[in-house]
């Protein structure tokens, strides 16, 4: 039998890849809690819970056996004119544990599409109430995904040179630091003068693909309050930080302007099934609520709220509140405060952070985003047993809430092993 890996070659285009210049695919055959098992049967630790997704480890039988009875009952259904009790029970959990002004749940099936829904409904939210403001605010080095709309306000456009002529108009801020937020309040103020912008996106407290950069949660909120002011809807891209990795069960949780609209994916199907959810305030729906029917919001997809994911979600969202898991996401905490004393020091570190279960260091090395080093700082990690994924010279630990702690003394020995080789 031919190799998977050669297999692939033949007729698949992998995402975020060179072809030319990369290496060949690692074939993953199957999955159980924090491991990843290979083809040749290698075990890794998912350090990274695959993009942050499966943080309940992977293959959780208590989500697959929910989501194997809800397969037996109903797989699909349009969502358009019909319902179910998977998104109606789902709806009524969430809304428990999501911030107190969030009012209204809307589906989709990614992290993309949930910003992409969340920038449409800030636009129309002002041009349903006959206000002309077409600029979105965002942060610099923000990242919001791959689609036109998420693409536009994402400032870490790394290769997304030939589409930048099509973008929607974006103005950016610098993230919020004890330094500069008192002249960033200052110029932000004027930028408001001109009253045409719509919305603000961001990514609270901690910006997932610009390496975990961690921002200042006082600063943050002294924004959101001054755009409130001005008439500006917030969006909350939780995507990354939703459901415990900071510690709350939103990064929203820390601060306390709300958002007036939240997005969510990656960690809310806990990493079985994709899906995507735009939250909202009552305010912002009631924008759209009218006897015009061209004031509703024209957007669907096709597998919005798949009952399958649905019932994943709310297999999840009971996970997460267990006293379980709880009191493993701080477990996590405190074992990567330790690890952090032991290697904040390290002639080769420059940097370390940590929020949560979010833990990261940069290297004191100037590094390509895609360059050699990090492939060998990969492969050093691959080669270990511990799939870690470096952001240039960023390391990062986003592991399962149920790694347990000899697990997460190998992820820390292989990056102190790392740090000999850089
Ligand atoms: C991953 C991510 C997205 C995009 O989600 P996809 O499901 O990959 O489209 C958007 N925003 C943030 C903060 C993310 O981390």
Not at 63 to 81: A, H, K, P, T, Y
Not at 215 to 239: M, P, S, W
Not at 286 to 294: C, G, K, N, P, T
Request: glycine fraction near 6%.
């Amino acid at each position: 039998m031919e190799k998977l890996s050669d297999r692939d070659k033949k007729h698949l285009w992998h995402p975020l890849t060179q072809h030319k210049t990369h290496s060949e695919m690692l074939a993953i055959s199957k999955a159980k809690g924090v491991l990843l098992f290979d083809e040749e049967g290698k075990e890794y630790i998912d350090g990274i819970s695959s993009w942050y997704t499966c943080m309940y480890g992977h293959c959780h039988p208590f989500i697959l056996e929910r989501v194997g009875n809800q397969m037996q009952r109903l797989d699909q259904v349009v969502f358009s004119g019909f319902t179910h009790e998977p998104a109606v029970k789902l709806s009524e959990e969430l809304i428990k544990i999501l911030p107190a002004n969030q009012e209204k749940l809307f589906f989709s099936d990614n992290g993309s599409t949930a910003t992409e829904i969340g920038i449409k409904m800030a636009l129309q939210y002002h041009f349903n109430q006959g206000e002309k403001r077409n600029v979105l605010l965002a942060f610099e080095e923000g990242f919001h995904g791959d689609t036109f709309g998420a693409m536009s306000v994402s400032g870490l456009s790394v290769y997304n040179g030939p589409f930048e002529d099509f973008f929607i108009e974006v103005d950016r801020i610098p993230v919020p630091t004890q330094d500069n937020i008192e002249s960033a309040l200052a110029q932000l103020e004027i930028k408001l003068k001109n009253n045409n912008i719509a919305g603000f996106i961001y990514e609270p407290l901690v910006q997932g693909a610009a390496a975990m950069k961690i921002h200042d949660a006082d600063g943050l909120d002294r924004i959101l309050a001054l755009l409130k002011n001005h008439g500006v809807l917030t969006v909350a891209d939780e995507v990354m930080t939703g459901f415990g990795k900071t510690g709350k069960h939103f990064a929203s949780d820390h601060l306390d302007t709300k958002p007036d609209i939240m997005c969510l994916s990656k960690a809310l199907t806990a990493g079985l099934v994709p899906m995507g959810l735009t939250t909202c305030t009552q305010e912002v729906y009631q924008a759209f609520y009218s006897d015009d029917i061209s004031k509703g919001l024209f957007h669907g997809h096709t597998y919005t709220a798949n009952p399958l994911a649905c019932t994943a979600a709310l297999a999840a969202v009971e996970l997460l509140q267990t006293e379980e898991i709880q009191e493993n996401i701080q477990n996590i905490i405190q074992w990567h405060k330790v690890f952090d004393s032991e290697i904040k020091d390290h002639p080769k570190v420059a940097q370390t952070r940590q929020l949560g279960v979010i833990y990261a260091l940069d290297l004191d090395i100037q590094m390509e985003r895609y360059g050699n080093l990090r492939d060998k700082l990969f492969k050093h990690f691959m080669d270990e047993g511990v799939f870690l994924r470096p952001l240039g010279n960023t390391i990062y630990i986003l592991a399962p809430y149920v790694t347990t702690e000899i697990q997460m003394n190998k992820i820390y020995d292989t990056i102190k092993s790392a740090l000999e080789i850089v």
